[in-house]
C-alpha cells in the first residue's frame, strides 16, 4: 500500500503555477493529496492536471483569527479523515496551521518549505510577529527547507530553529524549471514574436516578469530605463513588463506610475499564463528584487538562454554568477542597476554567450526532473527512517 501524503498550500495559484507537475509525478509512488484554498481557475487545473484528491480549505494569506481557527478545524478534520504518514507545507499561513494541525493530530513527519521570508521586508511590530509566526512554524515541524543556501544561512543565524532540522534539497529551488518546455527552440522565431507584440526588429529589450510591486525594485528599474533612453536616444531600447500591478506592501511613487502609462518605450501587457514568447523576443531579464526565495523567473530565463540582471540577495545570487551568465547589484541601487543595464546595451557582443552559459548552467543544476528525484529520494529516507505514530 502507498504511504500518503499531504500537500498543503496557501492560494491554488501556488500549487498550480510553483508546483506544477510536483503532485503528479509523487503520486506515482504515494497516495498525494492536497489542500489549498479555492478558486475556481486553479483549483481545477491542479484537479485536472495532477490527478490528485484536491480539497478546499478555507485559507488565507492575512492574519484573520476567526477564518484561520476555521482553516486549522478543517485541516485537523482532513488529516483525521485521510490519515496521512507525511504532511509537506508550502507559504507561510499553510505552514504555521498545517504544522499545527499535524502536531495536534500526531502525524509523524512534518515538512516546511521555506520559499520566502515577508518578515525581511517588514519592521516594527509586524516584524516581530512574523518571526514568531516562523519559529513556532519551525518548532512544530519535523523539517524545514529553505530553498536557498542563503535563506538557510539566514534562518541558522538569527536563530529561528536548531541546525539537524534545515536542508537544503539538491541545489536549492522549490520545483526546478522543465528545461524541455522552456527551450527558446520550442518557439517561433524572436523575429515574428516580436513582429506578433508590435516590437520593433532592432530594439533593445529589457524584460521583467513578476508582479509589478515596488519591492520588486520596479522604481529603480523604470527610473534606469528611462534615464538609458535620454543618454542614448539613437537606440531603440525597451522595457517590457509582464505581470500584474499590486499595493499590498506599498505603493509605486506617483512619478513611476505615470512614466510605466506614458512613457513609449515602456511596454505592459498585463499577466500571462505561458510567459515564454517574452523570454524569446527579449535580449536581458532584469529582477532588481529587494527580497526573495529562489525566484522561478530567474530560473525560467536562464532556461530560455537569457543573461539576467538581479540584485545581490538570497537565490539571485546563487544562479547568477557576476560577468558569467549575467551581473549582480546591489538592493535598491538605481545607479548601479543603471550602469549594468548600459553595459548589457553596449556589449551585446557578450549576450549570446552569457545567454548560453545561464542555459548550461540552469539544465545542469536546476531542471525540473532532477528536483523531483531529489525529493523522492529525501521523502523515501524520511518514511524508512521514521516511526509511524499517528495511532
Request: glycine letters at 6%.
Amino acid at each position: 500500500m502507498k504511504h500518503k501524503i499531504l500537500r498543503i498550500a496557501t492560494v491554488p495559484i501556488y500549487m498550480n503555477i510553483v508546483l506544477k507537475g510536483q503532485l503528479k509525478y509523487l503520486n506515482q509512488f504515494y497516495n498525494v493529496i492536497a489542500a489549498t484554498s479555492y478558486d475556481q481557475k486553479h483549483f481545477n487545473e491542479i484537479q485536472m492536471r495532477e490527478g490528485v484528491a484536491t480539497h478546499k480549505v478555507d485559507l488565507c494569506r492575512t492574519i484573520k483569527p476567526f477564518e484561520d481557527l476555521k482553516a486549522l478545524f478543517q485541516l485537523i478534520q482532513l488529516i483525521r479523515n485521510e490519515k496521512p504518514i507525511l504532511i509537506h507545507t508550502h507559504t507561510p499561513k499553510a505552514g504555521l496551521l498545517g504544522m499545527l494541525a499535524g502536531l495536534i493530530m500526531r502525524v509523524p513527519i512534518r515538512i516546511h518549505t521555506v520559499t520566502g521570508m515577508p518578515l525581511m521586508g517588514a519592521t516594527g511590530l509586524k516584524r516581530k510577529l512574523l518571526i514568531v509566526i516562523e519559529k513556532l512554524t519551525y518548532a512544530m515541524a519535523t523539517m524545514v527547507y529553505p530553498n536557498s543556501h542563503a535563506l538557510k544561512d539566514y534562518i541558522q543565524e538569527n536563530n529561528f530553529v536548531k541546525k539537524t532540522k534545515l536542508k537544503v534539497l539538491s541545489n536549492g529551488s522549490t520545483n526546478g524549471v522543465d528545461t524541455v518546455i522552456f527551450d527558446p527552440i520550442q518557439l517561433d522565431s524572436k523575429k515574428n514574436l516580436r513582429l506578433f507584440y508590435k516590437i520593433e526588429d532592432d530594439a533593445f529589450v529589457f524584460l521583467f516578469v513578476g508582479r509589478i510591486a515596488k519591492e520588486k525594485g520596479i522604481e529603480e528599474l523604470v527610473l534606469s530605463l528611462v534615464n538609458l533612453t535620454k543618454q542614448y536616444p539613437e537606440n531603440k531600447i525597451k522595457l517590457l513588463l509582464i505581470g500584474t500591478f499590486e499595493r499590498q506592501h506599498g505603493s509605486l511613487p506617483i512619478q513611476t506610475e505615470l512614466f510605466i502609462e506614458k512613457h513609449l518605450d515602456i511596454i505592459t501587457l498585463g499577466r500571462f499564463d505561458d510567459v515564454r514568447p517574452f523570454y524569446k523576443l527579449s535580449d536581458v531579464f532584469v529582477l532588481p528584487s529587494y527580497r526573495e526565495g529562489f525566484p522561478n523567473s530567474v530560473l525560467e530565463a536562464g532556461a530560455m538562454g537569457l543573461p539576467s540582471i538581479v540584485t545581490d540577495i538570497n537565490g539571485c545570487n546563487e544562479i547568477i554568477t557576476n560577468n558569467s551568465n549575467g551581473y549582480i547589484v546591489p538592493v535598491q541601487d538605481e545607479k548601479a542597476l543603471y550602469l549594468a543595464m548600459e553595459e548589457m546595451l553596449l556589449q551585446s557582443e557578450k549576450l549570446e554567450k552569457m545567454g548560453n552559459i545561464s542555459r548550461e548552467i540552469i539544465c545542469k543544476r536546476y531542471g525540473r526532473q532532477y528536483i523531483l528525484e531529489s525529493l523522492k529520494l529525501e521523502y523515501d529516507f524520511l518514511l524508512t527512517n521514521t516511526k509511524n505514530t499517528n495511532e
